[in-house]
């Protein structure tokens, strides 16, 4: 049995529709914005894990904790030193404790604070053997320079032979290197220190005279950095905190 349409009820449901398609105009465009709001929330997405990709390629690990480098020997993290407060990266200056690590994309800066109690050394550009380059405190005066120099091992290297000769002994000092432009310099800050030593121009060898050669271009043979605490003597410690 059929029923006589109500006018009333249909005018309400051609009201409702009306009213929807109103609002669906209003806010959404009907579903024309929809797969464009979609994309954009896949490309938010896109960009986000590009930046947590290209954030993974330069990650640095701490000088807290070991975790994240690579190494050999004694090195060992202090409870007991920091800046001001514990704790820090220790390396004794026995001649095989080193640590590095090597990044997928090539680091062009480094910052760390230091207090050695002889020398130590901060490698860069270097390879996974750590050949390639290194920047030298050393607080032992006279003829022992602080300064760039060559490496062909996390073990052997040549001696800066130009740069400061008055760094203290067992005092914090800044380190910021800067490798911008294929130019290195180092800047060096602390109590009534303040240095700044270019790459180029710097003498290196390990005696005062016949086998020293200059520094002209950077040529980096990897992304890999380290330290290591040099070969002063096993009881002869740097402490680095703050690295970044």
Known sequence: MSH????????LRRGLIGLGLA??????????????????????????????????????????????WQ?????????AVGDPKPPS??????GKSYV?????????????????QGLFDFFFGANSKGQGYLFRIDTRGGKNYAGFTTSSSWTKWDCPMSGPT????????????????????????G????????????????????????LSTYKPLGNAYGFQGDGLGPTSLTWIAHFK
């Open 71 to 79: 190494g050999n020997g004694n090195v060992g993290i202090s409870k």
């Open 191 to 214: 109590p009534g220190i303040h240095e700044t030593l270019a790459f180029k121009g710097q003498l290196v060898g390990c005696t005062a005279s016949g086998n020293n050669k200059t």
């Open 23 to 68: 609002a669906c105009m209003l806010l959404a465009g009907c579903g024309a914005t929809a797969p464009a709001s979609g994309a954009a929330h896949k490309s938010g997405a896109a960009k986000t894990k590009t930046a947590a990709t290209a954030t993974a390629k330069t990650a640095m690990p701490t000088t807290a904790s070991l975790k994240g």
């Open 100 to 116: 590095w690590a090597k990044p997928a994309k090539a680091i062009q800066s480094f910052q760390f604070d230091a207090k050695t």
């Open 166 to 189: 008055t760094l203290p002994p067992n005092v914090w000092i800044h380190v910021a290197l800067s490798l911008t432009g294929g130019s290195p310099k180092v800047t060096l800050t």
């Open 89 to 94: 990266l220790v390396l004794p200056g026995d």
């Open 4 to 11: 006589p349409r109500n006018p009333m009820r249909s005018g």
